[in-house]
């Protein structure tokens, strides 16, 4: 029986020889993980059931990443009551503050997810697993449920293949693409409802590292689909067996596989793409908004946090000033990726920028719990989503763009293709 690569993952977990779309199971996880803002919760669900040993603590992944600078005696609640609930549950992999960084980053670089490997998480940014070959479930507030009992059901999704043809622009980048994706999905030009499927792409991925693969899973993930896959490239592949802590085994679509839906997008005529304020799918042309002023511009998030990403961003910055006006924070995906900006001299670049450094999360995409707007401010950002209230104030204005965007919006003040910097330097 033909296969998608996820229901083979499915399928592989679950001790099966095949699934189907609709099929229940109960897969046995790589990983299990739980972000800080939810363990609390589910400590005391299990507690006050009297469950106090996990099912398989060795498989349990804490990670604090959204409250990593404590804003409020809350925030710095929840740290104590989480270090001593892993010190109770015997789980040793616990990623404090300033242990790892993004939850939805640091497996992926250092070699705790693989191609192949299948994990439960609270969250639904779970579905950046597929940037290395591997499917993140999101199990919401049943988390408690998994890490008691070890599984949960899940229903395989049906999947929904995007083919890309054709090679990126200069300055025009991953995150490009999943804006103008969702755009066409939500305006049904492609017409297909994503919600509880699983987006798979194909077609010309090569040029694609792992963070511009991470930035595809980004923007599908917030017109509801439950999963992302890319298949592994050779890179990939490589990048997993330098880092790999265990044996993996990727895999791949069959050629017969049964999708809902196919299409194919040609990204060779693509230009950089803004999300306008109210959702990632209302994507525009930058053109059709350049200019707009802005006074607050964040990079990073699990949507645009790796290296790459910061490197893009850095291009623009270097030898360069933000505009007076703009405050700029920078959220490294990984501690791994802090120290290197440190090491090689890119932190420098950044302080010398005036942008304001912090330490490796969710930054102000978690909900802007640091970094918010006032009443009728104007912000741009790499953020997962720009709903109203999502840095703060209700009536702000939140875009969304590629690093390399908000980086060159930074400087000017007002939203700017980075390709005239390059342009301009390009002519001197």
Same mark, same amino acid.
Not at 97 to 115: A, K
């Given at each position: 029986?033909?296969?998608?690569?996820?229901?083979?993952?499915?399928?592989?977990?679950?001790?099966?020889?095949?699934?189907?779309?609709?099929?229940?199971?109960? #897969?046995?996880?790589?990983?299990?993980?739980?972000?800080?803002?939810?363990?609390?919760?589910?400590?005391?669900?299990?507690?006050?059931?009297?469950?106090?040993?996990?099912?398989? #603590?060795?498989?349990?992944?804490?990670?604090?990443?959204?409250?990593?600078?404590?804003?409020?005696?809350?925030?710095?609640?929840?740290?104590?009551?989480?270090?001593?609930?892993?010190?109770?549950?015997?789980?040793?992999?616990?990623?404090?503050?300033?242990?790892?960084?993004?939850?939805?980053?640091? #497996?992926?670089?250092?070699?705790?997810?693989?191609?192949?490997?299948?994990?439960?998480?609270?969250?639904?940014?779970?579905?950046?697993?597929?940037?290395?070959?591997?499917?993140?479930?999101?199990?919401?507030?049943?988390?408690?449920?998994?890490?008691?009992?070890?599984?949960?059901?899940?229903?395989?999704?049906?999947?929904?293949?995007?083919?890309?043809?054709?090679?990126?622009?200069?300055?025009?980048?991953?995150?490009?693409?999943?804006?103008?994706?969702?755009?066409?999905?939500?305006?049904?030009?492609?017409?297909?409802?994503?919600?509880?499927?699983?987006?798979?792409?194909?077609?010309?991925?090569?040029?694609?590292?792992?963070?511009?693969?991470?930035?595809?899973?980004?923007?599908?993930?917030?017109?509801?689909?439950?999963?992302?896959?890319? &298949?592994?490239?050779?890179?990939?592949?490589?990048?997993?067996?330098?880092?790999?802590?265990?044996?993996?085994?990727?895999?791949?679509?069959?050629?017969?596989?049964?999708?809902?839906?196919?299409?194919?997008?040609?990204?060779?005529?693509?230009?950089?793409?803004?999300?306008?304020?109210?959702?990632?799918?209302?994507?525009?042309?930058?053109?059709?908004?350049?200019?707009?002023?802005?006074?607050?511009?964040?990079?990073?998030?699990?949507?645009?946090?790796?290296?790459?990403?910061?490197?893009?961003?850095?291009?623009?910055?270097?030898?360069?000033?933000?505009?007076?006006?703009?405050?700029?924070?920078?959220?490294?995906?990984?501690?791994?990726?802090?120290?290197?900006?440190?090491?090689?001299?890119?932190?420098?670049?950044?302080?010398?920028?005036?942008?304001?450094?912090? &330490?490796?999360?969710?930054? &102000?995409?978690?909900?802007?719990?640091?970094?918010?707007?006032?009443?009728?401010?104007?912000?741009?950002?790499?953020?997962?989503?720009?709903? #109203?209230?999502?840095?703060?104030?209700?009536?702000?204005?939140?875009?969304?763009?590629? &690093?390399?965007?908000?980086?060159?919006?930074?400087?000017?003040?007002?939203?700017?293709?980075?390709?005239?910097?390059?342009?301009?330097?390009?002519?001197?």
């Amino acid at each position: 029986m033909a296969m998608t690569a996820v229901e083979k993952v499915l399928a592989a977990k679950s001790g099966k020889s095949a699934v189907r779309p609709g099929d229940v199971v109960f #897969p046995d996880p790589d990983y299990v993980m739980i972000h800080d803002g939810v363990v609390m919760g589910a400590k005391r669900e299990l507690d006050a059931l009297g469950i106090h040993r996990l099912a398989a #603590p060795g498989k349990v992944m804490m990670v604090s990443d959204h409250d990593v600078i404590y804003g409020s005696a809350r925030a710095a609640e929840r740290g104590v009551f989480n270090r001593a609930a892993a010190k109770a549950w015997g789980v040793k992999q616990f990623y404090d503050v300033g242990r790892g960084g993004h939850g939805h980053i640091f #497996p992926m670089e250092s070699g705790l997810l693989l191609p192949g490997m299948f994990y439960f998480d609270n969250d639904r940014h779970a579905t950046n697993a597929g940037a290395i070959g591997a499917f993140g479930f999101r199990i919401g507030s049943e988390i408690s449920r998994v890490l008691a009992t070890g599984t949960n059901w899940v229903q395989v999704p049906k999947s929904v293949k995007v083919t890309l043809k054709g090679k990126l622009k200069p300055g025009v980048y991953a995150r490009d693409i999943g804006f103008h994706l969702a755009m066409l999905i939500k305006q049904k030009i492609f017409d297909v409802d994503i919600d509880y499927k699983v987006l798979e792409y194909a077609g010309d991925l090569d040029q694609f590292s792992l963070a511009a693969r991470t930035a595809l899973c980004s923007s599908p993930t917030e017109i509801q689909a439950y999963g992302v896959f890319l &298949p592994p490239s050779e890179t990939i592949l490589a990048h997993a067996r330098e880092q790999a802590t265990r044996p993996f085994t990727p895999v791949y679509a069959d050629a017969d596989a049964h999708y809902e839906a196919e299409f194919t997008l040609d990204i060779s005529r693509l230009e950089p793409q803004i999300a306008r304020p109210g959702g990632v799918h209302n994507a525009v042309n930058l053109s059709e908004v350049a200019g707009t002023p802005v006074s607050h511009a964040f990079i990073g998030s699990c949507g645009s946090g790796m290296w790459d990403d910061l490197m893009q961003a850095a291009a623009v910055l270097k030898g360069r000033r933000i505009a007076d006006g703009v405050r700029l924070f920078i959220a490294p995906g990984t501690e791994a990726s802090t120290k290197r900006l440190a090491r090689e001299g890119w932190m420098q670049t950044f302080i010398e920028a005036g942008a304001i450094l912090l &330490p490796a999360g969710c930054g &102000p995409c978690n909900d802007a719990v640091i970094g918010p707007i006032h009443a009728g401010e104007v912000s741009i950002s790499t953020a997962t989503n720009n709903p #109203p209230g999502r840095f703060g104030a209700r009536d702000g204005k939140l875009y969304l763009g590629s &690093p390399a965007t908000v980086a060159a919006s930074a400087v000017t003040g007002r939203i700017t293709d980075a390709r005239e910097f390059f342009l301009t330097e390009m002519r001197q």
